[in-house]
């Protein structure tokens, strides 16, 4: 399938822009009347550039409001819409996106509309330039796609056809299957973008909140299933208005909307199993195999396990790299590291074929870390999220594999098994934070490559700024990862990982016998948590003594605490009991004005 | 009038946020139960601190979900305020904001509600503490003030009032005028916050946008009128939730959210004719009596201007500042100035009284700003802008006073009037630019100190994301400064200053053959502007061998040129022609892809 973008979609110059549209795989490009406007190069060097870049130009847009007008503007119109032919010839570009009149439209009559669409058809005819006319979802009297597909079939012109835009579609909430309806070879062209779910005017909503597919909330595989099934073979065609992605790097946002197509792509594909266009199948995760932090000492992470209770499993034998367990749940500390302070580097997946999500991986563009393997070593398969945390992917069962490879662990209650005997403890979740501009990155990455599903968005007061929450989670929930976008002026918030255990209050009991102070929670909490639900004294009591937070919803109950911050990352104990599904997320504000005094 | 603010309006830790208010001279607070949730320090001591402070805690806030539920739910919710009416006896709070229930209620039955809320106010009774019931825009059954106002009517309690919201009230559009219906002793708190005009859910436009009153579109000044009518003698209050507010310095938002209620009580005790807050009436500006460009070398500027036509005026004679003038515009030159690159230092603008506008500017918070003035010079009364820009104010004609202080200028064409000789040139606009967490600040400023008014803002597409445009000016234009908002990542763009004058294009062909190179424009926008106006060939070339740019109006024609950019300041020379009443706008793209090429 043919991948195209609209130059809008990135920030730079309009050279700049082609060279990054080239560098990210697109095989075209839809020119933005004003980037060429603005720009010094002529017409005829912007098409070379295209031409020794393998770029075709698939569409020249927008010609805004032609039609639905009186005669003598009708005229100005058409004379305005020469001089663009004209302009087209010199670009090589033969298709013109000429978009429902919204802003000077006064007739509000088909046959007519049809008849001035016809004469447009006409005059480009002699420029052998096809109309690709497409209904704006605040078009004054043109706003649905089917009244802009019966203006064309009226007009009847044979290089006049439509231009379909999923935004102005689904934000309208119209039904999309009457695509079908429409000739193949009469859909012209076809922009594809994606958006979150907003209850906003659609001008503003279409101007700066636009998403590439996979980000948001509309289905754009079923979108482009319909458009496929009518006949539709030309490019798959990005316009996303966005204002974050208007000042991004212009390679990397390249990059990223490049993979955005090739995600959906293989999904459209794959659900109507077609052969063409897929990527090796996503392979469902089976729980977190281990998360690794790295630095360049790391002694005060290995002191605040043990005083958790984890249990050490030994130091791997050919690696500054040491293994901690509690139950099922596996932390690596790695000294390999360059920086100074401990961070979360890296998450291990389990899944059914490694190999498998590797190849995803990388056919959707996550770039391969190299990693040092020796002989009898086990061969893990990593790829990097665009932040630079690795991902791993393994397929065998930890205890027979990697898990030997670390030597002198503690023997009596690690079994080398992996597990450290009495608790049933895992990996809950992992919490990474974003910046602004990284955040529709991530969302995409960890959707596509480990095709996990985002959970609505929630804001968080911190003294600060406001902190958006975003929760991404495989199927059956093994694997969650909560997302973080801090605020642009602050610090970069620590990320965590979450243990889930039972016996959170003898656990929290027993690291306190070992030293470990819990991050201090104010004694005002626990008046609040009295007068929300009502508790026992003595077990507010208990939970005030630990610095347990407590949260309660509808199916269970969910207590937990946090471990100091060493370096830019933390550890938070979990217990769930009944059903609970959340995060604790009304206790959020508690731990970031803890953790910032 | 006594003030008062929402702890959330503000960033950092409680504490801080006290300290903040106390200095920046408000009365008392309303403390935010979340706010005090996640303090270390105990209801006591933040009683005493308030004490200590001289701040008031006029309102512990909020309590939601009460009513509108079945019994069961009522009597834990009766639980739950209990517990929050023993927090308030520690806090020393009296009155509580209980804003109508958004989450929980099933019970839409007046009789039931109202009795409901008798008996909260009943249970409140015991602990001499007052309920003021709100009703939040997107309350579930209770969503405008006149409904909240009937319950409570219904109930009829000794210590059950309202709590009015400006923005719950003007964002649904309810008519305010019947609060003055209200008996002011009924009305409990006053919540003040002002709003941009956007179309979104009501919800998400309250808790990210809400602005500071006079940075936004809302009445308040006919909405204070009402509700002083109805006898409310309360404090003013804000209640400002937005992201920017959350994330900027405490101790300044603090500062500016004190001074937009200054500003509001004295315009609608001017627009009541009430002595009391008043300050001096605002001074109507009769235009620009210079700019002012600073820079520790200025040479470069000089001859720029030169290039461009105006007429040297002379160096001051005590200090190193020379003074340039076309026409009726006047730039000065100063270089006692620590800054290596020029700049957009200061602006003066000319009134009936500036001792007046500086009293006025003074009792806004406007910092005053200390200039030498040596024996015999004009005496002059600057203020400084929140992001230091000089603002100062000018009663003298400005032949007879500080021009009489430069010497030594250019005598045939300057004849010591302050005019060049033969163009009317006069200081078109000034264009100013902020960052994204300056930029409400700058609105209140140049709204409540100069007067001005803002018009709708627009967004201009630049090659590093949108630059968000909003034109201030004064009634009748001849004050008009186009404020910009930088995108956050972008380099903060230069400020311009803006001449108008006639003969344009002789002037443009006269800067050069002195040399003077312009903002290079892009051929690709002159074929554009054929294409718009079909404009006449040889116009158009004219247009194009000078790099002049075009725009039309219904009402008028404009042509201009920029220079380059010295510093961080660049010129504009501009030509009204007709009733043009813009600042070429559409031409904005060219002009910041022309200056980051």
């Known amino acids: 399938m043919r991948t195209s973008i609209a130059t809008v979609c990135l920030s730079g110059s309009l050279t700049a822009k082609l060279h990054a549209c080239a560098e990210a795989g697109f095989d075209g490009v839809e020119i933005m009347d004003t980037d060429l406007l603005v720009s010094y190069e002529s017409p005829e060097e912007i098409r070379t550039l295209c031409e020794r870049l393998g770029l075709s130009i698939d569409l020249f847009q927008p010609f805004r409001d032609f039609e639905g007008v009186e005669e003598e503007p009708l005229q100005d119109n058409l004379r305005r819409a020469e001089e663009k032919f004209q ?81 102005h579609i689904l934000a309208r909430g119209h039904d999309p299957s009457a695509i079908e309806q429409i000739p193949g070879e009469k859909i012209y062209f076809l922009q594809l973008a994606d958006a979150p779910q907003l209850d906003m005017d659609v001008l503003s909503w279409s101007r700066h909140h636009r998403l590439f597919p996979g980000e948001g909330s509309f289905d754009l595989t079923a979108f482009l299933t319909h458009v496929l099934r009518a006949g539709y073979r030309g490019p798959l065609s990005l316009e996303v208005f966005n204002d974050t992605f208007r000042q991004t790097d212009v390679v990397s946002t390249a990059a990223h909307a490049r993979r955005s197509l090739t995600w959906l792509a293989d999904r459209t594909a794959a659900a109507n199993s077609w052969e063409t266009d897929r990527l090796e199948d996503p392979q469902p995760l089976q729980d977190v195999d281990f998360v690794e932090i790295s630095g360049n000492s790391l002694d ?40 100074d302070s401990p961070r979360l580097s890296a998450v291990g997946v389990r899944v059914d074929s490694a190999e498998q999500a590797a190849r995803r991986g990388a056919a959707l563009g996550a770039p391969a870390v190299f990693r040092r393997t020796y002989a009898g070593e086990h061969v893990l398969h990593p790829v990097a999220a665009p932040d630079g945390t690795v991902v791993y992917w393994n397929d065998q069962p930890p205890e027979g594999t990697w898990i030997r490879e670390f030597e002198g662990g503690d023997a009596e209650s690690f079994d080398g098994s992996g597990r450290s005997g009495s608790r049933a403890a895992c990996v809950d979740h992992i919490n990474l934070s974003y910046r602004w501009h990284e955040f529709e990155e991530a969302v995409l990455f960890f959707h596509s490559v480990l095709g996990l599903s985002s959970q609505d968005a929630q804001d968080v007061p911190g003294p600060q700024g406001l902190v958006r929450s975003q929760v991404m989670r495989s199927t059956d929930g093994a694997v969650r990862l909560p997302l973080n976008l801090a605020p642009p002026t602050a610090p970069m918030p620590a990320r965590h990982v979450a243990v889930g255990c039972t016996g959170i209050v003898e656990l929290a009991r027993a690291a306190r016998r070992r030293g470990l102070q819990f991050l201090k929670v104010p004694d005002n909490y626990y008046a609040d948590l009295r007068a929300k639900f009502g508790l026992q004294e003595n077990f507010l009591t208990e939970l005030q003594e630990l610095d347990l937070l407590y949260d309660r919803s509808d199916s269970g109950e969910f207590i937990h605490f946090y471990t ?34």
């Open 564 to 597: 100091p911050t060493l370096g830019d990352v933390f550890l938070e104990m979990v217990e769930r009991i009944g059903d609970y599904d959340g995060y604790g997320a009304p206790n959020a504000p508690v731990r970031l004005a803890a953790q910032r005094s």
């Open 87 to 167: 302009l087209m010839r010199r670009l090589g570009a033969d298709t013109v996106l000429v978009c429902s009149n919204a802003g000077t439209a006064t007739v509000d009559d088909d046959a007519r509309v049809a008849e001035q669409l016809g004469r447009l058809a006409d005059l480009a005819a002699g420029y052998d330039i096809r109309i690709a006319y497409e209904a704006l979802a605040w078009g004054r009297f043109v706003n649905d796609y089917r009244h802009a597909w019966k203006l064309v079939e009226m007009a009847d012109r044979p290089n006049l056809g439509t231009c379909l835009d999923s935004f």
């Open 300 to 339: 005060d992470v290995d002191e605040m396990l043990a005083q958790l209770g984890f249990t050490f499993g030994g130091k791997h034998r050919s690696k500054p790299v040491r293994l901690w367990s509690l139950g099922e749940s596996r932390i690596i500390l790695n000294e390999q590291s360059r920086e």
